[in-house]
């Protein structure tokens, strides 16, 4: 990935991380997508209101600084496993928002062929093995993607993406000791947004931060503000650098918060409205970065605004594709069962 | 019985029985994931934590391995668990304790301990939730020795069947269709028990006899009068409890009808259609059989997500008129 020039990088000395690292156009780039995922979530809100989407829905509104912030530093073939929660994860790792709006809408130009849906949305191509029906399930498919890379050496480093309910999954644990006995090339991003469901984790977990957890298996356990791009990339370029280097795996503590509920049927009883409202008014991802990039000079008001309409825009026409592609023949059921052999 | 009769969702006949049970035995309790005051992800479980308190309607964390484990343990020791998963489909995850600890244990020690643990799984498909959220793997368990597994299929039987499941002193899993929690049906205030092990003869008729379970019972029903339109008499049984099987009602219905048809929405191969049919070829039912036995089950695929596709994988009311058709007039 390229870097700021030498001159640039030296009028930026006293700033975050990321705008030391990355170019102007680069950072813009990141606000465009972090804006991508908001509105195609905001979309998929809308098609499922209108009956357009069924089944369910898991939005990560609030959380694209975590995304983002996890995926910047990837090289392109790297892979990720994500979750339930996971058009964040997949939008931030390269995946077209009109192939993402086919999957949901049912249809044979889906990423899934209108098989998985939002809960198994994937863009394979992109590295991305997957989101998830199964709590922690991606867990350990992180860890044996990062020792088919190790095995093969292909350089590439695995990122698994999780929740803090997936924390209390034994597949976690399990999936951690061996990353660090196989010294792997693997991170676990934990994105602690405070609850499981309805289960907050004051009530299901032991430990006050989930980061402490990494000390059990003996691998680094950083915290980042989840809400602050600029901290989640630096931590996730950290980490991987020491995966690269064959030092092993990192678990990375993501704090952040959902704006909506768990799923389409959540009524939000175990938290109050203020809560959410505090998150929303004073600690918006995009905001954040927003009023960052705006501060340091990397964009203005108006290179915010073609943002959004270019984003809009990409929306639009990503609903009309999902739209007018064909849906998947009856006959077909039996389809990717087993692999189509000659 | 001269309680009085309401009408009540499935899933509120649960949580009726689950009330029950706790009023009158202090060794009850429930367990599961968001089942306090999230009141469960199908509502079963509402607003029991307000009136029992959380620390009989304990929120697990997202541990279904060692949560099943936890129930199993209290159970073996004098405690009345009732844990309900999320899905069934996360029974994967906790078949460890179910299969290995919780359906042998009294086996292995000679009968010194027993395990009156009680297990819900919502199941099913036809909600959109696709792969790994739509299964129908009763029949796993159905598999194993020391376990007992129904299917309540109407408001009555969930609540009847599950106040019977938490008075049996042996591990009870209960598959519950996730489309079933809606529907209404007469329930009887007050406690009740409807034997495990009892099928129910739903509707009686001369041409064939349908065997389904959970939701293909109403859907059998629905074709049922469809066909009596047609002048086909079709006889259909609730098996209501897969292990141990009421097998005798079955072949008593066989031997009336002279056709089997079994209809349920789990994967068509090696499941509760081979067994019931298996179990019909090797009674005295055999000799009564004007037809071969006819099995309809889902498609041999996992649940699809687009909901036309995912119609498709299952049996629906069509499919069961057409096959209950064709063998009473004898189309192969
Ligand atoms: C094994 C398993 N158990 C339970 C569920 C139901 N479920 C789906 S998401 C979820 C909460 C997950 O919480 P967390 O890991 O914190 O992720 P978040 O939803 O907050 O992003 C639950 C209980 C599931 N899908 N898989
Ligand atoms: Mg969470």
Redesign the pocket.
Known sequence: MATASKAVTDSRANLPFVYRHYSAEQLREVLHKMYLIRRFEEGAEECYTRGLIHGTM?LSIGQEASAMGICMPLAEDDQITS???GHGHCIAKGAEVKRMFAEFFGKTTGYCKGRGGSMHIADVGKGNLGAN?????GIPIAVGAALSSKMMKTGKVVVSF?????NN?GAFHEALNMAAVWKLPVIFVC?N?G???STSTARSTAVKNIAERAAAYSMPGVIVNGNIFSEVAEASHQAIARARAGEGPTLIESKTY?HRG?SKSDRNRYRTKEEIEDWMSNRDPITLFESELREFGFIDDKGIEAIRDAVAQEIAEGIEFANASPSPDISETGNYVYTEQA | MDAMVRELSYAQAIQEAMAIAMDMDERVFLMG??IGVYGG?FQVTGDLVERYGADRVIDTP?S?LGGAGVAVGAALTGMRPIFEF??SD?AT?AMEQIVNQAAKMRFMLGGEVSVPVVMRFPAGSGTGAAAQ?SQSLEAWLGHVPGLKVIQPATPYDAKGMLLAAVADPDPVMIFEHKLLYKMKGPVPEGYYTVPIGKADIRREGRDLTIVATSIMVQKALDAAAALENEGIDVEVVDLRTIRPMDKQTVIDSVKKTSRLLCVYEAVKTLGIGAEVSAMIAESEAFDYLDAPIVRLGGAETPIPYNPELEKATVPQVPDIITAARDLVKGVR
């Open positions: 898991h979750t339930h929660r029906g199964i709590v922690g399930g999780f929740g803090d309910g997936a999954e994105e947004n609850y499981g469901m959902r768990h | 994931e968001d992800a997202i279904e999320q899905f996360f995850l959220h």
